[in-house]
C-alpha cells in the first residue's frame, strides 16, 4: 500500500484529527503574484487566479504557498445579470493520477480563510468559500462542499439535509454536480471529504471505480460591488492516504 500526506500552511497543531504520520509544515516560499489567469506553482500544487466567466474583473493573487495566499477582486456584477453568475473561482488546486474512490484510505481537509460578508442587497457582495472536487464518474462529476457562503445559491434544486460526521449540509443536486452547503457559516473547520464521497456512495450517487481528478479550496466570485476587496486563506491541511 502507499500513503500520501500533504500538509500546507503554517499552524499543523491545528490539523484536527489524529494522523497516522507527522509532518512538518513547509517555510513560506517567496511571494507569488499573479493577475487573471496565472498561475503559482509550488510543487504539486498550484494557486490559481482562475478568471473563467464572460466579464471578469481584475483579480491579484498575491501567494506564498498553499496555505498562505490572498485574492484581491475587483467585480461588478457577473455574466450581465446582476451578479448572478459566477466569474472566477481562485483556488488552490491539487491534480490526482488515476485514484479510485475504492482506493482512498483516508480524505480529509482543515482550513482557515476570511472573505467580505454581507448580501448583493445590504453590499453588493456575492461569493462563497468552498471546496470542489472533480472526478470522473457516471452519475457525478463534481462535489462542493461550502463552508462560507455570503449571498449565493447552488445551482440546481435541493434535495434535503444530509448529516455527515455530525456536520448538517443541505443537499443540492444540479445533474452531475452534487453540492453540500454547511448549514452554519464556518471561517475556520475540518471537512472530512472521505465521509461525504461515502454519503454519495451508499446513496448510489458515486461508484466504487470512480476516479478522483482534482482537489480544490477557494472561492467562487460573483460581485464584490466593483470594490476592490480581499479574500485570504490563512492555513490549508489536505491529509489523505489510499491504498
Not at 48 to 68: E, L, R, S
Not at 139 to 144: G, L, S
Not at 195 to 212: G, K
Amino acid at each position: 500500500s502507499s500513503a500520501l500526506l500533504t500538509v500546507v500552511g503554517l499552524m499543523l497543531a491545528c490539523a484536527g484529527p489524529a494522523i497516522a504520520s507527522i509532518a512538518s509544515a513547509a517555510p513560506a516560499a517567496s511571494m507569488c503574484t499573479v493577475s487573471n489567469g496565472g498561475l503559482c506553482t509550488f510543487g504539486r500544487w498550484i494557486v490559481y487566479n482562475n478568471t473563467w466567466g464572460p466579464t471578469p474583473g481584475q483579480y491579484v493573487v498575491h501567494a506564498h504557498g498553499p496555505g498562505d495566499w490572498s485574492v484581491t477582486a475587483d467585480q461588478n456584477g457577473g455574466g450581465g445579470c446582476g451578479g448572478c453568475a459566477v466569474e472566477a473561482y481562485e483556488s488552490a488546486q491539487w491534480n490526482y493520477e488515476n485514484r479510485p474512490y475504492s482506493s482512498i484510505r483516508d480524505l480529509w481537509s482543515s482550513f482557515s480563510q476570511t472573505m467580505p460578508t454581507g448580501s448583493l442587497d445590504e453590499n453588493k457582495v456575492d461569493a462563497e468559500a468552498d471546496y470542489d472536487m472533480f472526478i470522473k464518474g457516471r452519475d457525478t462529476n463534481e462535489v462542493m462542499v461550502w463552508v462560507d457562503n455570503q449571498g449565493q445559491t447552488p445551482a440546481g434544486s435541493r434535495h434535503g439535509v444530509a448529516v455527515i460526521r455530525g456536520q448538517r449540509f443541505a443537499l443540492y443536486i444540479d445533474g452531475q454536480v452534487k453540492t453540500f452547503v454547511l448549514e452554519r457559516n464556518e471561517t475556520s473547520g475540518t471537512v472530512y471529504y472521505f465521509a461525504v464521497l461515502t454519503w454519495l456512495h451508499t446513496h448510489n450517487m458515486l461508484a466504487a471505480t470512480d476516479v478522483l481528478k482534482q482537489f480544490n479550496f477557494g472561492w467562487e466570485i460573483c460581485d464584490t460591488g466593483g470594490i476592490a476587496r480581499t479574500f485570504t486563506v490563512h492555513r490549508l491541511i489536505l491529509h489523505q492516504s489510499f491504498s
